[in-house]
């Protein structure tokens, strides 16, 4: 179950919203499922929600800061490109604190009840219950048809100017509502969300950028193309120089991050999309960890070692306000082998390096339209968040190296069916047993990408001679004689 917070200033407008048709008529059957008792007692819980409904929850929420003239307000703030950094701009009224509760979509749906049970114990865990009922926060919870992407979910507003006036306290609210929704997954028997207390996580795209995608005629956003490409690069890549050689091979842009006060001092780097641009003709930049933490610099270096470290930061500080780019070919033209150590290291595969595997495979075979490869790097990137390479590692086959490193032919089949194996071993032995629902997922593109083994086995496959009861049997059907 994943929690959603945003702050604002319209607890009509929010309720509006909330019993309205959606912003692409998803919103169906709009209704109260748990609330402050006020609200429950004006409006019935389990009635479909009128406009006049929505207002009258509107009123009764807002009362308290309009009795006691109690204004909260919160800091605006936009990115400065510059500082690397966001910078406050203003500020705006926040007494409205608004959080959506979502299923993932293959988990189904929850009865109201449940929804109840779930509101009622995650608003007193966020601490805006108060037992003796003066400092409490006013608060409902309306659930409504599924998203547009298939995700039952339900929205608590809470209002809070408590009843005495005073301010409810939301100091590391995002934080604090991760920690509760681990505890309520476990109490209601819901499914546990991946990445929670690993300590990194993998990001999903944004509205927006899925929006532009489609605008552009692309078939993923830049957040998933990018974390596509800087995947491949480090499954052909020998080290650190190389990887951000790579990464310009394949059409990315990358420029440097430097330490604060100095622009020789290299702290990090930045990525985009070579033909990404925003309204303004800009290139879209991304921080890697925040596509993936171990992407980040920290652990690239950490991966390859420092030995092509000067180059890689001499390379990052010439490219500091450069507007020069690399000719870059299609990706599908992509060469480079993988490297030898990609999945024989130590005699060990974990889940890293079947991600960067199965992303390389994808450029190579899906090209500009990823599927079932791509879906199983995603969710090896998952599975190797934090002790995940430790914990789920399977021995490998050392002696592929040369034939992984070969990087054409046969090559690519043995990488392919090397990869298949060992994901089937790791998700049966490791995965399945502690993380079910990742184990699901993995298993469903699993069994998407057999076709393509099969097939890539068969065109490679040298022609075996014919045993003679075969070949006698083979004549006898035909009715041919020697």
């Not at 009635?47 to 800061?65: E, K, N, W, Y």
């Not at 809470?158 to 997954?185: I, M, P, W």
Request: charged letters at 25%; one cysteine or more; glycine letters at 8%.
């Amino acid at each position: 179950m994943m929690p959603n917070i945003v702050r604002g200033g319209r607890m009509t407008g929010l309720m509006a919203y909330l019993a309205g048709p959606g912003r692409a008529n998803e919103h169906t059957n709009p209704m109260i499922v748990a609330g402050d008792d006020r609200v429950t007692f004006a409006v019935e819980p389990g009635t479909v929600l009128s406009h006049d409904d929505a207002m009258t929850i509107g009123a009764i929420l807002d009362q308290p800061r309009k009795v006691y003239g109690t204004e909260i307000h919160a800091a605006t703030k936009s990115w400065d490109a510059e500082k690397e950094t966001y910078v406050q701009t203003g500020t705006k009224q926040a007494h409205v604190w608004h959080c959506s509760l979502s299923l993932r979509a293959d988990e189904g749906e929850l009865s109201a009840e449940q929804w109840k049970s779930i509101a009622e114990d995650f608003v007193d865990k966020m601490g805006f219950i108060d037992p003796d009922g003066a400092k409490s926060s006013r608060w409902v919870a309306i659930h409504h048809g599924s998203s547009k992407n298939g995700n039952d979910h339900i929205h608590i507003a809470v209002q809070l100017v408590r009843e005495d006036g005073t301010k409810a306290r939301v100091f590391r609210d995002y934080k604090q509502a991760q920690d509760v929704c681990a505890e309520l997954e476990f109490k209601h028997g819901l499914e546990v969300v991946e990445a929670r207390g690993q300590g990194r996580s993998v990001s999903a795209d944004k509205p927006a950028e899925r929006a532009r995608a489609q605008r552009e005629g692309r078939n993923q956003s830049d957040r998933y193309e990018l974390r596509r490409m800087m995947r491949t690069a480090l499954a052909t890549s020998g080290g650190v120089d190389q990887y951000i050689e790579r990464l310009q091979d394949l059409g990315v842009q990358v420029a440097p991050s430097f330490a604060k006060g100095s622009n020789q001092q290299i702290r990090g780097y930045k990525v985009a999309m070579r033909d990404s641009q925003d309204a303004n003709g800009a290139a879209i930049w991304y921080s890697p960890s925040k596509l993936d933490a171990t992407l980040g610099w920290p652990h690239i270096v950490a991966r390859f070692g420092t030995a092509e470290l000067p180059q890689a930061e001499a390379r990052l500080r010439s490219l500091h306000n450069s507007q020069h780019t690399r000719d870059q070919p299609k990706v599908y033209k992509f060469d480079p082998a993988f490297t030898a150590r990609l999945m024989a290291e130590d005699k060990t595969t974990g889940p890293d390096a079947l991600a960067n595997a199965y992303a390389r495979l994808s450029v190579q075979l899906e090209q500009d339209k990823p599927g079932a490869l791509w879906g199983l790097s995603e969710q090896f990137a998952r599975a190797s968040q934090g002790r995940g390479n430790a914990h789920y590692a399977v021995r490998g086959a050392a002696k592929n190296a040369a034939r992984f490193a070969a990087g054409k032919g046969r090559g690519w089949t043995a990488v392919l069916q090397q990869a298949n194996r060992l994901s089937r071993v790791m998700n049966t032995t490791r995965i399945t047993p502690h993380r079910p629902m990742l184990s699901k997922n993995i298993q469903g593109f699993l069994n998407g990408v057999t076709a393509l083994e099969r097939s890539a086995v068969a065109t490679t496959q040298p022609a075996q001679p014919m045993r003679r009861d075969r070949q006698r049997n083979t004549i006898e059907r035909d009715g041919l004689e020697r």
